[in-house]
């Protein structure tokens, strides 16, 4: 199946954000950052995924290819049956080895764990708990209209 990118990488607020249903779910634990993604309601929301990126903030330079050692991996919320996400790892920063120009300078930029794609729920926040000074953005994707097979 083919998808669309339909929104590009977002910052998610990891201040109160509001919704209903996040009574559900419990505040982070020590030494972690609550982050709570709240989505808008579509008409045909089957037919969107929701990816959730985690990574951080990195010096890094324009020749490298950088990755963070973040993955994700879902838990369910007790008592509700909710499903919540946690950041795994330590962030560690991982880069090619090749060499910049001399005297080229590093740049800030968001470096990219490995994310994972969920379902479209506008019912239920999105939480994902991760380490202090991580970060999540998310992607939405839609999915290209059918196409018929021939026989």
């Known amino acids: ?24 779910y419990p505040e982070a634990e020590k030494g972690f950052e609550r982050f709570v993604i709240v989505l808008p309601k579509l008409t045909d ?34 008592g509700w049956g909710y499903t919540k996400y946690k950041i795994l790892g330590k962030g560690l920063l991982m880069s090619t080895l090749m060499a910049p120009p001399q005297g080229s300078k590093k740049i800030e930029k968001f470096v990219l764990g490995q994310g994972q794609l969920v379902r479209y729920n506008s019912k239920l926040p999105i939480v994902v708990y991760g380490p202090v000074g991580s970060e999540v953005r998310y992607r939405v994707w839609s999915a290209s209209k059918f196409k018929e097979v021939k026989k």
Do not use: Q, W
């Open 1 to 24: 199946m083919k998808y669309l990118v339909l929104f590009v990488l977002m910052m998610v607020s990891c201040v109160a954000a509001e919704h209903p249903e996040l009574k559900a």
């Open 45 to 78: 929301e089957m037919n969107y995924k929701v990816e959730i990126v985690p990574g951080r903030k990195a010096l890094v330079d324009t020749v490298n290819n950088a990755r963070v050692g973040y993955s994700i991996k879902s838990e369910v919320v007790k």
